[in-house]
Structures are given as C-alpha cells and as structure tokens.
C-alpha cells in the first residue's frame, strides 16, 4: 500500500533541550519541548500527535464501515484524548465521537462504531493501552 515518514530533532538534555517534529508531506512541522510534553508549555507532543493519527483513522475507517453498510455518513467529529501516567506511559486512549448518518439505528451505529475503534490501523498499532469510545449518534 504506502509508507509514511515522520521526522524529530532533539537538542540539548530533557527538561532544557527542544526538539522539532515533522511530517514529510510538508504538512506540519512543530517545536516540542519538556513543558509541552509534561506540563502546559507551548508546542506540541508525541502524545497530541498519536491523538490527532488516533482520531482522523477512526473517522475514516468509521466512515468506510458505515458506507460499505449502505450509508452515508454526513459528518463524523472525533477526539482522542491521550492519558500519559507514570513512566511515562501511555494509559488510556478517550476517543469520542458524534456522528450524523441519515437512516441509522442507535444499535447498529454502536455496533458499527466499536468495530472502527478495534479495527483502525492506529488502534491496532496500539493495542497496548485500553482504547475507550464514547460514540453519539446525531439526529
């Protein structure tokens, strides 16, 4: 299929160094330091980034699920929230999603949902840390 490419820098120690990240495709490039990572420093984190891959795969791959079912989603809206604890690990994944699709009922939409959050590439490459959905269906 594809290979994607991403890119970090460091320099300097932990707590005083900085870094920059960025994708190959051009598409974002950032700085990230040790408040932006541990505290509310600005930049961003390797943990918003796994977030942002988290939510955009579940969103597409729900979609894809919902259409080959016979609909046709009008908007999907997902976050992920990463929990980093002591380690530091990674110990929960919150995806949250609302979603508006004409024609579908609350059971299915559950069914259909949970099989995005198992199934995406993301989530099965992090299979590690307990992945948690909260999806709402919008009429």
Known sequence: M?????FAEWKGTLKDGAGTMKLASGAY???FTFASRFE???????????????AGCFSMFFSALLTKA???????QTSAT???GEGPTITLIEVRSQAK???????????L???????????KALA????TLNATLLS
């Open 2 to 6: 594809t290979t994607r490419t991403s």
């Open 29 to 31: 490039e950032g700085p």
């Open 40 to 54: 509310s420093g600005k930049g961003t984190n390797p943990e918003e980034l796994i977030g942002a891959a988290q």
């Open 70 to 76: 016979g609909y046709t989603p009008e908007s999907i």
């Open 82 to 84: 990463v929990h980093l």
């Open 101 to 111: 699709i004409p024609g579908i009922g609350e059971s299915e939409f559950q069914e």
């Open 113 to 123: 949902a949970e099989a995005a959050k198992k199934n995406c590439p993301i989530s």
């Open 128 to 131: 590690g840390p307990e992945i």
